[in-house]
């Protein structure tokens, strides 16, 4: 009985919208992979008025950006396709694309606002066709505890003597290190390590290059000050350092001003765009862009909502409620007087914020990165040989990628 209940599911849902079920047309599964506190918002503030307008009912799927490609790819041979839009981190979309998993959205161009940021069109552009729509830009901006800086007569560090400067402070005056880089061995660490190793002038795709010997250096120097947390720390871990006083300054999303600040009314909590490296400063430019899984079962409502997850009307809210950077230019009228100094941080770093490059081979770069991570800052490992292995093997993988 389970077996025919399966096929008769997959004969409904796996020939595009043509075989979908009226019911299913009154259902829109949208997979995002967010925090609970903005699903809150989106279940709330964004979701209704779609829903009464269109007479659909929007079904949220938590998907974090890391299973997309799996998730998707398996429902695709099954010819099962169960996910009608997808919002996905922009340094996650090579693969899809590279596997067919997504629609072209070409002849849907027209629906961006000409107000969005330009530079943010180009992200979901692949061979001259549009694959992704842009949605939501994002950079790291650095969160500081004002009242323990005051304390100990300290000021928010701009380059890296005054960042190892400030955690040899901390951890002198507390006996515990209160700095966090992110050294989760995860896609997180990859992002502070980019900002570093650019930030010295080099490559991360190369790793092996006079800037990132730079970078790997500094951090191994930097190390012994660090707070214990930042072998955990990922995108929601800041919030609760923060919240506690266990980290007292940490590169994270601009979100946490809205749960830190707003929700936990720690106003001491203070944020600007961050430090330099002994090149420049750098912040990768991330943030999430809108797709449309190929045999999508509602292609057409999904179509809809995207538009409408471009509307001022949404972006305004996504902006105020969550404290998420705007892909548009006129939706920060609704930043209420506490949020101003947290965009203004935002906006001053994304003067220094570079894309991550589109690869293939991604995967091979994140772990490569990571891999040297460990090896040298947790294993002790010399610098030069280890970034030589992993430079190899990322060459290896641009190889294999026929790239």
């Not at 707003?262 to 862009?289: C, N």
Request: aromatic content about 10%; some cysteine.
């Amino acid at each position: 009985m389970a077996i025919i209940a399966s096929l008769v599911v997959t004969m409904v849902v796996g020939c595009g919208s043509k075989g979908v079920s009226d019911a299913r047309k009154k259902v829109l599964k949208v997979s995002m992979g967010l925090a609970e506190e903005e699903w809150k918002v989106m279940r709330e503030d964004i979701f209704p008025d779609f829903e009464k307008k269109y007479g659909v009912k929007i079904e949220p799927v938590q998907m974090e950006a890391g299973d997309a490609v799996k998730k998707l790819e398996s429902m695709h041979k099954a010819n099962a396709m169960d996910i009608d839009l997808i919002t996905q981190d922009n340094m996650q979309l090579a693969p899809l694309v590279d596997k067919g998993l997504m629609e072209d959205l070409s002849s849907y161009r027209d629906m961006i606002p000409k107000e969005v940021i330009p530079a943010l069109v180009p992200v979901g552009e692949f061979s001259g066709k549009l694959y992704f729509m842009p949605y939501r830009p994002n950079v790291e901006i650095t969160f500081y505890n004002e009242k323990k800086f005051n304390e100990y007569g300290l000021k928010p560090p701009t380059n890296w003597e005054e960042l190892l400067q400030v955690a040899r402070t901390f951890k002198e005056k507390e006996g515990m290190g209160r700095v966090v880089i992110k050294e989760n061995l995860g896609p997180d660490s990859t992002i502070h390590m980019f900002d570093l190793i650019r930030s010295a002038g080099g490559d991360p795709v190369v790793l092996n290059d006079e800037g990132s010997v730079k970078a790997f250096t500094f951090l191994k120097e930097l190390q012994p000050y660090l707070s214990p947390e930042s072998k955990k720390a990922d995108w929601n871990t800041p919030n609760q350092y923060l919240a506690t006083d266990s980290a007292y300054l940490i590169q994270n999303w601009p979100f946490t001003s809205v749960v830190v600040v707003k929700d936990g009314g720690k106003k001491e909590i203070k944020a600007y765009h961050g430090w330099s490296g002994p090149v420049k400063e750098s912040h990768v430019l991330g943030g999430e862009v809108i797709g449309i899984p190929k045999n999508a079962p509602n292609k057409e409502m999904a179509v809809k909502f995207m538009e409408y997850l471009m509307s001022k009307e949404v972006q305004e809210k996504l902006t105020s409620k969550l404290g998420w950077p705007s892909m548009r230019t006129d939706a920060y009228g609704k930043v209420e007087d506490w949020q101003k100094p947290y965009f203004e941080a935002v906006n001053e770093a994304l003067k220094y914020a570079e894309p991550r490059p589109n690869l293939t081979y991604w995967a091979d770069v994140d772990k490569a990165v990571n891999s040297a991570l460990r090896e040298i800052i947790f294993e002790g490992k010399d610098i030069k040989a280890t970034l030589d292995k992993y430079h190899d093997a990322i060459e290896q993988a641009k190889k294999s990628a026929g790239q």
